[in-house]
Nanobody
Framework: QVQLVESGGGLVQPGGSLRLSCVASGSISSIKSMGWYRQAPGKQRELVASIAGGGSTNYADSVKGRFIISRDNAKNTMYLQMNSLKPEDTAVYYC???????????????WGQGTQVTVSS
């Protein structure tokens, strides 16, 4: 069984910072691409940032220059450093990863349960 567990969400004032973490656990052989998505009330889930196994990154235009995605392959962990937060960043943030389980050939896409980020004064 494979699980993705996010942490680090909370309430922060505009201009503040938060760091989200996503830990993958279970019978993991390797993790390919990983990403952070978010969903605000009444809106569709959108990609915030992604990071490939080799470390190349991609960001939504709305977060470029403010958010930094990174990963620690030895710990099966991904991070999202969020700086200069704005009220419009308020959403549930979800971790996503393509994971190859031990003993299997292909990878499977997994989602975490989400962590709430609220930016408000």
């Amino acid at each position: 069984q494979v699980q993705l567990v996010e942490s680090g969400g909370g309430l922060v004032q505009p201009g503040g910072s938060l760091r989200l973490s996503c830990v993958a656990s279970g019978s993991i052989s390797s993790i390919k691409s990983m990403g952070w998505y978010r969903q605000a009330p009444g809106k569709q889930r959108e990609l915030v940032a992604s990071i490939a196994g080799g470390g190349s990154t991609n960001y939504a235009d709305s977060v470029k220059g403010r958010f930094i995605i990174s990963r620690d392959n030895a710990k099966n962990t991904m991070y999202l450093q969020m700086n200069s937060l704005k009220p419009e960043d308020t959403a549930v943030y979800y971790c996503n990863a393509d994971i190859r389980k031990v003993g299997l050939v292909g990878s499977v896409n997994y989602w975490g349960q989400g962590t709430q980020v609220t930016v408000s004064s």
